[in-house]
């Protein structure tokens, strides 16, 4: 992510992503690691929800950001969020839309839209829900506060936490491992668990068969 001064998402900036998610796509693209400096992404341009409040029109940066975390969470290749600073509101929901988020010691990261009378637009309570467990995501969620990296690991809302001169380096090893791995297999992998969520486990258990069996048809 390239908005100075700090990453803010924005509409066109959702968009650029929905656009450079869709290029990840590509059968040449094995592993995705997404990062910005000095911030992953310090929340959203909330100029845009004053304008939609005045003028009683729709707000449109969320669903914007809503479609590019959907296609990158659907990419069939493993994802990792390389997150230096902050990573706020949307910053955050951007991150747990991969696979692993990788956190830098001195990085932050929370749901701090409830100290504008919103909540979460893109995901946040769903997602947060899901990786920390409803008591913690409430906790998160109702309060807005900001969470360093080690309590972010305690949660699991962070797999890994390195230095910070170490994480992007370091996010790079892990996927390049990833991607010298069975391509078909990890995104049967993927497909299985983030579809079999939420389900009861006979029908679970029935999406697992189907991507078991779909591996025996790869050249993987």
Request: net charge negative; charged share 25%.
């Amino acid at each position: 992510l390239n908005r100075p001064p700090v990453n803010a998402l924005s509409e066109e900036l959702s968009n650029d992503l929905y656009g450079a998610f869709g290029e990840c796509a590509s059968d040449s693209v094995r592993a995705v690691v997404i990062t910005g400096r000095p911030h992953f992404a310090a929340w959203a341009d909330i100029k845009g929800f004053q304008v939609a409040y005045d003028s009683g029109k729709e707000e449109r940066l969320a669903g914007a950001l809503v479609d590019a975390i959907w296609k990158l969470e659907r990419l069939d290749k493993p994802t990792i969020a390389a997150v230096h600073g902050y990573a706020l509101g949307g910053g955050l929901e951007l991150a747990m839309g991969c696979d692993f988020r990788y956190l830098a010691e001195d990085a932050k990261v929370g749901q701090p839209e409830i100290k504008l009378g919103i909540i979460p637009g893109a995901g946040g309570t769903q997602r947060l829900t899901r990786i920390v467990g409803i008591q913690r995501a409430k906790d998160l969620v109702y309060t807005g506060r900001q969470v360093e990296a080690s309590e972010a690991l305690s949660m699991t809302l962070a797999d890994k936490v390195f230095a910070t001169d170490e994480l992007l380096d370091r996010s790079m090893e892990a996927a390049a491992k990833l991607a010298a791995g069975p391509t078909k297999a990890l995104a049967a992998a993927k497909r299985a668990i983030n579809a079999g969520i939420g389900e009861p486990m006979s029908r679970a258990m029935e999406i697992e068969a189907e991507a078991f069996n779909q591996c025996f048809w790869t050249d993987d």
